[in-house]
């Protein structure tokens, strides 16, 4: 639909106008999003100027772009562009993808003050969608990707210019907030933060304090407990502020920092909920590696978890990855064509396609009941008992329950020799361990809000909403759940498995 579009008139495209002969720098191609946008501009935008790709260089790969080659340009999310012209994709990718070596977290990116210059004088714009996404990250880390390292985003966007920042967040800087969450400044839920008469938050003595906790964390412990207590401080400062976890503070926190240094000048918030899998580009059911719902989906699967803490009644915002990714760049056009202010769109299906808990989880159990046979890398076979969401109180009780006694037979079973630990204790622990970092996200009690980011597709006009469509009322959560996004899962999230045949695993062990 997106090509036909394009052939009727690539002139009607407010999107191809902006983006044509532009130069942008994106952080965090190396992740799954940044992926999605990198191949959606290299697809639908053909006369973009130029990508310029800040990748960190590994002991593999020191170099980013040969990392880019090794690591990046051979993923499956361009086999689409591989197998409608190769050859065009390979004359893109050697004529206008930069690669530059450097680290997010560095001064100026790691690079010389004259690298650093040269780098700004070639952009027109900046898409950062470089983040920890580990929701129990030590609070150093956290602090210094997500929130710190933005300082060197506003420090290039000052010096090429005063060019727009596209910033990636999340909805869930929302924290522990009820009811709608607007696409707005978020006020914290806990300890009260001073705010500034702009509407942002002075985060200034609130960072100050947290290097002091970490560095006092560091003057007393090492090693392995260091990087536990590192995570216990985040996980407490998060919780004492408003929010469940280490991610979305920090989030919150690059939020208030960016809105601060780039007072006055081009700022586009872009805030996401659970992204999942494509629903239609680059294919359907496109993802790389194992996203929040797909953690608790394997473990179902795997007949590790079947009680989980949720409210089945309450809406799960799920997006799919394209969706986002069409946000980025209608976002990234706006912000060049008008320049100068400070905006924020929630990317999400709360509000204008609202699935619950309950629906999602029925959906799920049901395919898996029908067809687990399709989903051969997923399901090992047939799930034997349902999944069940049950509030907090009664999950933490079964589980305190079930575990006392199971512990106390592992260790009985130990005293006489048996070094394995017992499968359900396993499982009951892996279902806790699970409950500790998802178990917010399953109990919501919020619907985000997207008015402002459907404004945005609507002034766009029709041919940017054929090509970067953004509304999650296009999906059928049924065929996108139990076929689309199952699927994905199935196809490129997870490693084929290696079966055995009797006959070979008896010839090992007579070996």
């Known amino acids: ?78 086999e689409r562009l591989r197998q409608e012209d190769s050859e065009a994709f390979d004359d893109f990718l050697e004529s206008r993808i930069y690669c530059v070596t450097g680290e997010v977290t560095k001064e100026r990116f790691g690079l010389s003050p004259d690298q650093f210059s040269a780098l700004a004088g070639k952009l027109d714009a900046l898409i950062n969608s470089a983040a920890s996404v580990n929701f129990r990250e030590e609070l150093d880390k956290a602090l210094a990707i997500n929130t710190l390292c933005l300082n060197n985003v506003t420090e290039l966007a000052n010096l090429a210019g005063e060019i727009p920042v596209i910033q990636v967040s999340t909805c869930y800087v929302n ?120 953690a608790i989906i394997l473990a179902y699967a795997r007949e590790k978890v079947t009680l989980f803490p949720g409210k089945r009644s309450g809406i799960i915002d799920v997006i799919p990855a394209d969706l986002v990714g069409n946000s980025i760049i209608l976002s990234l056009a706006e912000a060049l064509e008008k320049s100068g202010k400070h905006r924020i769109y929630q990317c999400c299906s709360g509000s204008r396609n609202p699935i619950t808990l309950g629906e999602f989880i029925d959906h799920l159990m049901d395919e898996a009941k029908h067809n687990y046979a399709e989903y051969d890398q997923l399901f090992y076979r047939q799930p034997r008992k349902p999944f069940m969401a049950v509030n907090r109180s009664l999950f933490d009780a079964v589980i305190s329950g079930a575990r006392l006694p199971l512990s106390m037979a592992d260790r009985m079973l130990k005293v006489i020799g048996h070094t394995r630990e017992l499968k359900l204790l396993k499982n009951i622990d892996t279902t806790r361990s699970l409950a500790t970092i998802f178990g917010f996200y399953t109990a ?68």
């Open 444 to 511: 919501p009690d919020y619907v985000f809000q997207n008015d402002e980011l459907m404004n945005l597709s609507r002034r766009m006009g029709a041919a940017d909403q054929a090509l970067f469509p953004v509304d999650a009322a296009c999906i059928d959560w049924g065929r996108y759940l139990r076929k689309t996004h199952l699927a994905g899962l199935n196809k490129y999230a997870l490693k084929e498995r290696k079966l055995y045949s009797l006959k070979s695993r008896r010839t090992r062990q007579a070996a």
């Open 1 to 78: 639909m997106a090509e036909q579009q394009l052939e009727m008139g690539e002139s009607e495209s407010r999107v191809l106008k902006q983006l044509r002969g532009k130069h942008v720098l994106i952080t965090g191609t190396t992740g799954f999003l940044g992926k999605v946008v990198l191949e959606k501009l290299i697809r639908a935008v053909p006369d973009i100027g130029g990508i310029h790709l800040l990748i960190r260089g590994n002991k593999r790969h020191p170099d980013a772009r040969e990392r880019f080659i090794n690591e990046i340009a051979c993923s499956s999310v361009f």
């Open 175 to 294: 924290g522990k907030n009820s009811g709608k969450a607007h696409e707005a400044v978020v006020q914290p839920a806990g300890a009260s933060i001073p705010r500034h008469e702009l509407g942002h938050y002075d985060i200034d003595e609130l960072v100050n304090l947290l290097q002091d906790k970490i560095a006092d964390v560091r003057s007393r412990y090492s090693g392995k407990v260091l990087e536990k207590k590192l995570v216990d401080l985040g996980i407490r400062e998060a919780n004492h502020y408003g929010w469940s976890d280490t991610y979305t503070f920090t989030k919150w926190l690059g939020e208030q920092l960016l809105m601060q240094s780039l007072a006055g000048k081009s700022l586009t918030i872009l805030r996401p909920s659970i992204i999942e899998s494509a629903v239609e580009e680059p294919a359907p059911g496109w993802i790389e590696g194992v996203k929040v719902a797909d």
